[in-house]
């Protein structure tokens, strides 16, 4: 009996401290959409006016730099141009690339994660300038809402930071990693 009870006593403080640890979230309504994002996540001014919202992502310890999440309207091209774009902004000698394709109450959605070298916008999209950075991860997700078009979501920034907010990126538009199936492109 005295196992049985340490053994409850410890499932107990688990999930005590998985409640304690999980972040407080605030919901945002963009355009169509409806997020939950991490109060962490600080939503600032769009960078340009083809955004439709951006947050700075903190840094995780070891990082130097913030991230970006940011969703732009469907006006993008079609998902295999985003997709291959994404993947052009990596440097090919060191990208890894992972495609999964799931559904949200809110519509299906595909998700690339990339990681190695990213290519960073330096300055304006329209000077298409970049400064290589190694070390980056980056997430794009394709959301085909069920009202009708294509949202793009990229997260972008350090490996360890970007890593961290995997399951809170899936979580702001209803996905589930447990739930999704390899995608290829066609």
């Known amino acids: 009996m005295p196992t049985l009870l340490r053994a409850a006593a410890l499932v107990t403080t ?5 409640v304690a640890i999980a972040e407080e979230t605030t919901e945002v309504a963009i355009d ?16 340009n006016s083809l955004r439709l919202a951006q947050w700075k992502i903190p840094a995780a310890a070891g990082d130097s730099e913030p991230g970006e999440f940011y969703i732009t309207p469907p006006i993008g091209g079609t998902a ?11 440097d090919a000698k060191d990208r890894t690339t992972k495609m999964t394709k799931g559904t949200s109450p809110q519509g299906e959605y595909v998700i690339v994660e990339l990681s190695g070298t990213y290519n960073k916008p330096d ?12 070390g980056y991860r980056m997430y794009g997700v394709i959301l085909t809402v069920n009202s009708g078009g294509n949202y793009f979501m990229k ?8 890593s961290a907010q995997s399951d809170a990126l899936r979580a702001s538009f209803g996905g589930k990693a447990a739930d999704e199936k390899e995608y290829k492109l066609e």
């Open 14 to 18: 688990a999930i005590v401290c998985v």
């Open 32 to 47: 169509k959409l409806k997020f939950t994002v991490p109060k962490s996540w600080t939503k600032e001014e769009p960078s």
């Open 80 to 90: 295999k141009q985003n997709i291959d774009r994404w993947i052009g902004q990596f």
């Open 123 to 134: 300055g304006p999209p329209i000077l298409r300038k970049t400064t290589p950075v190694a």
């Open 155 to 162: 997260l972008t920034g350090p490996d360890k930071t970007v």
